[in-house]
């Protein structure tokens, strides 16, 4: 050590220079941190674009994956609660093919969960027009969990919803006790069987799993942000959730250049 520098001076020196060479670990990042999910994902990413070559959204999207990841590593805060507010996120079909590549073993869908948990947390989601469609998925997957004890139930299908899936299936859902019945399912019979009717007793349970797990508080999260967001565009709940469900603007897919 030179005469003119103490120790202490020295390591000072050192740590500013630590300070202004690397961006500093925000707050946002910190929570990141904590979620098992981008433990799991993100070990070190070389920016190799692997996981974008091998990625089916990033065929349709404007979506790369790899710049997700890139993000995240880098820890600036301000890049984070970008991508928390942007469609980005949410383009991911959590297909995992990105995680069977890599040559580093990250996880480019398991560090998208974790932000998709964070913007929901944060209301962020509310900010973006994909982001903002986890309300109608939230509502109605839930809605079906907790109702009638399944994800999707064909009881809960309107064919006007879904006029793109064609004739057969508008005649399919008209006639589906038939149908389901010739399929070999139980459709709302008791005992067992596919499509069963689920006992409340099962559904209380599911209920009780929701409210211990952090589901309810959830759900009434996602519920509490798209209210404020509602009203900041000035509609109603069932014109919130009309539009957060059908509305889907230009500029989302790559083949729109
Ligand atoms: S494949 Fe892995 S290492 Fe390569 S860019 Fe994607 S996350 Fe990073
Ligand atoms: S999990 Fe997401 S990022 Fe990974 S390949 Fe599938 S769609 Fe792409």
């Not at 991508?83 to 890599?102: A, F, H, P, Q, V």
């Not at 010739?182 to 709302?188: E, F, I």
């Not at 007793?201 to 589901?215: H, M, N, Q, S, W």
């Amino acid at each position: 050590m030179g005469k003119g520098v103490s120790f202490s001076g020295f390591f000072y020196i050192c740590s500013l220079y630590v300070y202004v060479s690397f961006p500093k670990m925000g707050k946002l990042y910190d929570e990141l941190s904590q979620d098992y999910r981008l433990k799991e994902g993100l070990k070190t990413c070389i920016n190799c674009g692997t996981c974008t070559a091998i990625c089916p959204a990033a065929e349709f999207y404007k979506y790369d994956p790899r710049k997700i990841v890139d993000t995240v590593q880098r820890q600036d805060d301000e890049e984070i609660e970008a991508l928390l507010k942007s469609d980005t996120i949410w383009y991911c079909g959590e297909c995992m093919s990105c995680m069977t590549r890599c040559p580093r073993k990250n996880g480019a869908g398991l560090v998208i969960m974790a932000l998709r948990n964070l913007a929901a947390k944060k209301g962020y989601f509310t900010c973006s027009e994909k982001g903002r469609q986890l309300y109608p998925l939230t509502k109605a997957l839930n809605g079906n969990v907790l109702n009638l004890g399944y994800c999707v139930h064909p009881s809960t299908f309107a064919y006007a919803d879904h006029p793109e899936s064609g004739p057969v299936f508008e005649w399919v859902l008209a006639h589906k006790e038939d149908v389901y019945a010739r399929l070999g399912a139980n459709y709302q019979g008791d005992g067992a069987g596919a499509l069963r009717r689920i006992p409340q007793e099962d559904l209380d349970e599911l209920k009780a799993i929701y409210d211990v797990t952090g589901g309810t508080e959830r759900l009434e999260t996602v519920e509490r942000f798209s209210k404020a967001k509602a009203e900041e565009m000035g509609m109603t709940m069932e014109e919130y959730l009309a539009y957060t469900f059908s509305h889907c603007s230009p500029g989302h897919f790559n083949d729109e250049d």
